[in-house]
């Protein structure tokens, strides 16, 4: 069977149900939690090749969440804790990884700096930067504040060259802003100049939303020859995003389009902004079961890396835990079999199917004006029916520990102040969501959900 496309022959998920474990070890999974795995070694990252013959690293660092000194959101420079920064980047290239992934809009603005501080202590040839024109605000629409904001990258990473160079949210505010920010100002006329003059190696972009925008870039592959294209892939997206989503598209059509073209794909989200890397009970088993030694995470890694047009799959590594475990995803990586794709297709489409809230912790909804903590409140959510803690039956024998566990973990977890009933639905987060998440609606079946524990006293 051809895995380039899945499991699509097998017919969906009662075709696969029979054979989902076939072919697995077995094993204990709680082997998994005691298992000497091993020196991570320095010398078997798999590598891709990029549009001009350059050799990227399959797992890629993405620098959207760089550590801070007090574990929150970052406000300044001084903010992020560059000395562990500087740590996760020299483990990271000293273990194969090179290519680094950052924005004028991460980490409130300070990632850029942070990234270029930690790479300009190795040398320049050893590492890919890439970046993005993050005009999203339209009082950066014009030529002078988009080149002004090009500029400043350049200086922040300290380097006179990107190696990748992105228009950065395609498809977020459809073909008006295609056109507002790209296309009528002038903006990808410069790019291209500048990437024939030498200062931008690859150009590409990445796309959320809407997928005319997508596709009418696509159609003028001839006239730009785009260097690469950045989407979100991972084995839920493949064929349910709409279902995680309505307004995102198929990864399996996205890839497709690339493929045709021979136009290298990079990955954000294999994850899911971390949903995937715990999923509910029976779907962790099956997987412990495979791969005992294998976090649930790597799964998602190795589908994104199993397809061949895949260049590099993005991870916003914050700890040195999570550096460690892709990286023995990558090195060695090895691709899934056809049976190992038929049991995450079953659990892909189960997943679609729980209640789950679309969020990928991407940051791009704060600051709320109104100081509410919008991505931890739908991770704490969302990890707690995962590990089945949701519970609105009153009835049912467990309802008490489950309501106990849920508000105690609550309480820990987001501060009182920043929970989902100070939420007014002002909206201003909505506009800002690439998932395009109706984010007060979330935020208030939150409150009603929590409000219902809170007044079940017995």
């Known amino acids: 069977m051809n895995r380039r496309h899945f499991i699509t022959t097998l017919g969906g998920a009662a075709a696969v149900t029979g054979i989902a474990l076939d072919g697995c070890s077995r094993q204990d999974p709680k082997a998994a939690d005691t298992a000497a795995l091993g020196e991570i070694p320095t010398d078997k990252m798999e590598y891709r090749a990029g549009m001009h013959g350059e050799k990227v690293s399959l797992l890629g660092y993405g620098c959207m969440r760089w550590p801070t000194k007090t574990g929150g959101d970052a406000k ?64 950066t629409w014009s030529f002078e504040a988009s080149k002004a904001m090009y500029e400043r990258s350049m200086q922040r990473l300290r380097t006179d060259y990107f190696d990748f160079y992105l228009l950065h949210g395609i498809g977020m505010g459809g073909m008006e802003n295609l056109h507002g920010r790209y296309l009528d100002n002038g903006v990808l006329d410069f790019l291209l100049a500048e990437r024939t003059a030498g200062r931008i190696r690859n150009l590409g972009f990445s796309y959320h939303g809407d997928i005319t925008c997508f596709d009418y870039l696509l159609s003028l592959h001839d006239k730009y020859h785009w260097d690469f294209v950045q989407i979100q892939m991972n084995y839920v997206d493949w064929h349910y995003a709409k279902e995680v989503n309505q307004r995102n598209t198929n990864a399996e059509y996205l890839y497709g389009e690339l493929d045709k073209r021979g136009i290298p794909a990079v990955i954000m989200e294999p994850i899911l902004g971390g949903r995937l890397a715990s999923l509910n009970e029976g779907a962790n088993m099956r997987l412990k079961q495979c791969e005992p030694q294998r976090s649930v995470a ?161």
């Open 76 to 139: 300044s420079t001084n903010d992020i804790d560059q000395e562990a920064v500087n740590e996760l980047v020299d483990f990271a290239m000293a273990h194969g990884v090179n290519y680094f992934d950052t924005s004028p809009a991460y980490c409130k603005g300070f990632s850029e700096e942070s990234t270029g501080i930690a790479l300009a202590r190795h040398a320049r040839e050893h590492y890919y930067i890439a970046t993005k024109l993050s005009n999203f605000d339209p009082s």
């Open 298 to 458: 790597s799964w998602s890694f190795r589908f994104c890396g199993t397809y061949p047009r895949v260049m590099t799959i993005l991870s916003g590594m914050t700890y040195m835990e999570h550096l460690h475990d892709n990286l023995r995803s990558f090195a060695p990586f090895v691709p899934l079999q056809d049976n190992e794709l038929a049991m995450l297709e079953t659990i892909a489409h189960e997943f679609v199917h729980y209640p789950l809230v679309p969020c990928t912790a991407c940051q791009y909804c704060m600051p709320c004006p109104y100081g509410l903590d919008i991505p931890g409140t739908f991770k704490h959510y969302n990890r707690c029916l995962n590990e089945g803690r949701v519970n609105d039956n009153p009835e049912s024998e467990d309802y008490r520990r489950l309501r106990r566990q849920y508000l105690d973990s609550y309480s820990r977890e987001v501060a009182r102040e920043r929970q989902a009933d100070h939420c007014i639905g002002c909206g201003q987060c909505k506009i800002h969501c690439p998932q395009h998440i109706d984010i007060p609606a979330q935020m208030l079946r939150i409150d009603r959900f929590v409000e219902s524990l809170r007044n079940n006293v017995e």
